[in-house]
Structures are given as C-alpha cells and as structure tokens.
C-alpha cells in the first residue's frame, strides 16, 4: 500500500476513532472542511504542517500517522510469521484493523449457508474488480 493511501486510511480512522467529524477536525488544526475531505480522499497530500498539526490532534507519531510506525510492522510481522503469509497480507490486516464494519461484515458472511456465500462472495470480488478498472 502506498504512504498516501495509509495516511488517508490512517487519518480517517484516528479521526472517527475519537468521535470527530471532518469540520471538528478542520477546526481542531486551524483549517477548512474541504481540506480534510481532500486530505481523506488523496486529493491533496498532506505537507509538512498538517502532518504536525494531525500527530499533534491525535496524539501519535507522524511515522504512526503515515503508516511507518515499528509497533505496526512488528504487528504484521507476527501476522505473517503465525500464518505463513507474504506480505501483501499486510496491506489486508491493515485494512481490517482500521476497518471494524468490514470487519463485522466479514463475521456476517461467514454465518451464510457456503452455497449462498459464494454467490456474495463472487458479487464482492466483481464489484471489486470494477472498481480497480474505473480507477485506473
């Protein structure tokens, strides 16, 4: 994953982890809304002073804060050492450890019938797929 992916995913989660919406934010670190929301969606990457400015509010590193902390790598690290995975695993738990609703879906989707199951999780793998092609 890359650095400006893991800050948007990073950013967004501090800032609904400690019940903030974006205007609440804006106004914790002397900015405007649109420039959260564009921070979120990498629109606009973060310089120097928003990075201070969001370690400051959320009160963690910025190496936190962009995704290149050692508590994390050392989390993955046992992630792949336990089930013997490469590291685009990491990205996954990443994703999931910032993610709680996906999370809770995924629990949902394993209590399905596996018949059933499949057919959603081929639906999930083609919207998916979709989605990567219109990004490009």
Same mark, same amino acid.
């Given at each position: 994953m890359r650095e400006l992916? @893991?800050?948007? +995913? %990073?950013? &967004?989660?501090? #800032?609904? !982890? %400690? *019940?903030?919406?974006?205007?609440? =934010?804006?106004? &914790?670190? %002397?900015?405007s809304r649109p420039v959260i929301t564009r921070l979120e969606t990498g629109e606009q990457a973060p310089d120097l002073s928003y990075l201070l400015s969001l370690s400051d509010a959320f009160q963690v590193s910025i190496d936190h804060l962009i995704g290149r902390d050692q508590q994390t790598n050392d989390y993955l690290y046992e992630v /792949? *050492? @336990? /089930?013997?995975?490469? *590291?685009?695993?990491? !990205?996954?738990?990443? /994703? =999931?450890? &910032? %993610?709680? @609703? +996906?999370? $809770?879906?995924? /629990?949902?989707?394993?209590?399905? @019938?596996? &018949? $059933? #199951?499949k057919l959603i999780e081929d639906t999930i793998i083609r919207v998916i797929e979709n989605s990567s092609r219109i990004s490009e």
């Open positions: 992916e @893991k800050f948007q +995913m %990073n950013l &967004k989660f501090y #800032r609904e !982890q %400690n *019940g903030w919406s974006q205007e609440q =934010l804006a106004e &914790k670190i %002397n900015v /792949y *050492g @336990k /089930y013997q995975a490469d *590291g685009s695993v990491s !990205q996954v738990v990443d /994703y =999931l450890i &910032k %993610n709680p @609703k +996906m999370i $809770h879906s995924l /629990y949902q989707l394993l209590q399905v @019938k596996t &018949k $059933h #199951r």
